[in-house]
């Protein structure tokens, strides 16, 4: 999800462009966060031996500064900052969160200066370049790879096809784009990604912290309901969890338990990623049976050009505007598609591709907000069940 980009897929993200997330769980009592949800009067206690034990250091701290860590001295944790603490109590209220347990969680994050790199936008001037974005996916390797998976998991992907109208193309295609089919899902701690992007998120660009405390609170509420030791969870560096990169936020309102076993897995249960990936594209607008895409000439004066690629890939104008303003779409059935949006791709120093994008294209790029990605995660998808057909 969830975190919408641009013209890079999700590190989210890598949601949200974008890299990725594996969620695990410790064992009861492996870690402070199951002591503190097992025994609220140990975990005070414990909290209150730390801070005796750190007092000096914490006491010559700045305010704005993360504490360094007694433990791990190459890294530095949100500790008792104040502001970490308001925040951890603005998400307890927010969330319905136990606030000492909040705090507890909170306390334990980690600063990370990569995250901080790694959020910021790419240097101004880079030239977008389909071809180039494609190759990255459409591949030998991933395309193997993807067959593997539909094979393996094909009662679940003709399940999600049945309930939720979206093909099991489609969803092959986002889950081999977003993670290589589980295979790059990130290592960052969750906790640690969100609470830096929440309470030192870098200048620069826009700031999107509000949009991360929100996620580090849902993530919050999502460990206390599955019974996740927070510190566990892994992910991309924006937070983006499991197979599907799934922002917390996205699990808590559109992911299920596919399989029934009474828990959702986006990190380690295929049932359930593809279950909610087609959950997620359903809720944002498919619709069953229509095309992604058709075969479009754009209108060779500029003008009326610039006019149908001004609403970007929005759903705007009927097949019959399209053509009153020079479009030319090839496919026979476009004619009954509904609204459609020219697409523009652009290859660099070559010329632009183009295409007419659907309603159900559009909900692709619900998942991540571009073009590029959701061109690919389709062609992808196509070049899978080509590859399996093949071997019939």
Do not use: C
Request: proline share 7%.
């Amino acid at each position: 999800m969830h975190r919408p980009a641009a013209s890079r897929p999700p590190l989210r993200l890598p949601t949200w462009g974008l890299v990725l997330a594996l969620a695990a769980v410790l064992a009861p009592g492996a870690s402070q966060a199951a002591e503190t949800r097992r025994s609220p009067v140990a975990a005070k206690a414990a909290a209150k031996a730390a801070a005796k034990h750190r007092a000096g250091r914490a006491a010559k701290a700045p305010a704005h500064k993360p504490v360094r860590s007694d433990h791990e001295p190459d890294l530095v944790t949100y500790g008792r900052r104040d502001d970490a603490m308001q925040l951890a109590d603005t998400l307890a209220e927010r969330h319905g969160l136990d606030a000492d347990w909040t705090r507890a969680q909170l306390a334990q994050a980690r600063y990370l200066p990569v995250v901080t790199r790694l959020i910021m936008p790419p240097p101004a001037g880079t030239a977008k370049n389909w071809a180039a974005y494609r190759a990255r996916f459409i591949e030998p390797d991933r395309v193997r790879a993807g067959a593997a998976f539909w094979d393996a998991q094909a009662r679940w992907l003709d399940a999600a096809e049945q309930r939720y109208g979206v093909p099991a193309s489609v969803v092959v295609g986002i889950i081999g784009v977003e993670t290589f089919y589980g295979r790059v899902t990130g290592n960052f701690r969750v906790l640690d990604a969100l609470a830096t992007l929440s309470l030192d998120f870098p200048k620069g660009r826009k700031d999107r912290s509000e949009f991360f405390r929100d996620e580090l609170g849902q993530f919050l509420r999502l460990a206390a309901t599955e019974q996740l030791a927070p510190n566990a969870v892994k992910g991309s560096f924006a937070g983006a969890i499991g197979l599907g990169q799934f922002m917390p936020g996205s699990i808590n309102r559109f992911a299920v338990d596919f399989d029934e076993d009474g828990h959702i897995d986006m990190a380690a249960n295929p049932a359930d990623v593809i279950g909610s990936v087609a959950h997620y594209l359903a809720s944002h607008g498919w619709q069953r049976g229509l095309p992604t895409h058709h075969a479009i000439k754009p209108p060779v004066d500029t003008a009326d050009r610039a006019a149908l690629l001004a609403p970007d890939i929005l759903p705007s104008f009927t097949p019959t505007q399209m053509a009153a303003l020079g479009a030319v779409l090839d496919d026979a059935g476009a004619a009954s598609a509904g609204p459609l949006a020219l697409v523009e791709l652009q290859n660099g120093d070559a010329a632009p591709s183009y295409i007419a994008g659907t309603q159900n294209f559009y909900a692709v790029t619900r998942y991540n907000w571009s073009s590029y990605y959701a061109l690919s995660v389709i062609e992808l998808g196509q070049a899978v069940a080509a590859a399996r057909a093949a071997l019939r």
